[in-house]
């Protein structure tokens, strides 16, 4: 005949589970405070990256025109000509390169150092080129150039010519005046748009 078990003290079994469900309390708070700690530290890792590599601006003015409106918001990688050149094409803001007036403009690159540019009445040419522009709003009725771009420097223009302040009118962008590339309108969000990717 097997011995009875005796009956569990119930004062015992309590306290045996009051304490194993403190610990499990203390594990989920420190899982908790430990996530909370992680979370917080890779959004601030990711703000600091995000604040050296992409910045936001507020486009002003109808230069851009028909692609970028005035009041669009755009994002602009700051990072990409660290790491290479403007090509043409390339939608870039950059700091107006005159001392005198500190705002910052957007336009299109179109001549890179050592191409002749010249603007004839509804055509532009590079390297004796036509290029070919199916962003501008109005072709051009001015005549430019011929010119060559020096090294370190750019011609940019509006797609907007005929209200574009730019190049043909204040001359070559110096290099180490560009903020980074257009990437994207982003707002409002019936004017997004992607600029090159």
């Not at 304490?19 to 601030?44: E, K, N, P, S």
């Not at 709003?137 to 020096?150: A, D």
């Not at 940019?156 to 001359?171: E, F, K, P």
Request: hydrophobic share 40%.
């Amino acid at each position: 005949m097997e011995p009875e078990e005796e009956p569990a003290d119930p004062a015992t079994h309590t306290g045996i589970a009051g304490v194993l469900a403190a610990g499990r309390a203390r594990v989920l708070h420190g899982d908790v405070l430990r996530q909370t700690v992680i979370t917080i530290l890779c959004g601030a890792i990711f703000a600091l990256v995000l604040q050296f590599t992409v910045q936001n601006y507020v486009v002003e003015g109808e230069s851009m025109l028909p692609n970028v409106q005035n009041g669009d918001r755009v994002l602009v990688d700051r990072l990409a000509y660290r790491l290479g050149e403007p090509t043409r094409g390339d939608v870039v803001v950059f700091r107006f390169p005159f001392q005198w007036n500190d705002m910052n403009l957007i336009k299109r690159v179109i001549g890179l150092p050592g191409d002749i540019v010249e603007i004839r009445p509804g055509e532009v040419l590079v390297n004796g080129h036509a290029v070919h522009e199916p962003y501008i709003r109005f072709p051009e009725q001015y005549r430019f150039g011929p010119v060559r771009v020096p090294a370190n420097e750019f011609f940019v223009l509006g797609d907007n010519r005929w209200v574009s302040y730019d190049s043909h009118q204040w001359g070559f962008l110096p290099r180490h005046d560009i903020y980074g590339r257009v990437m994207v309108t982003y707002w409002p969000v019936g004017n997004f748009h992607l600029y090159g990717l």
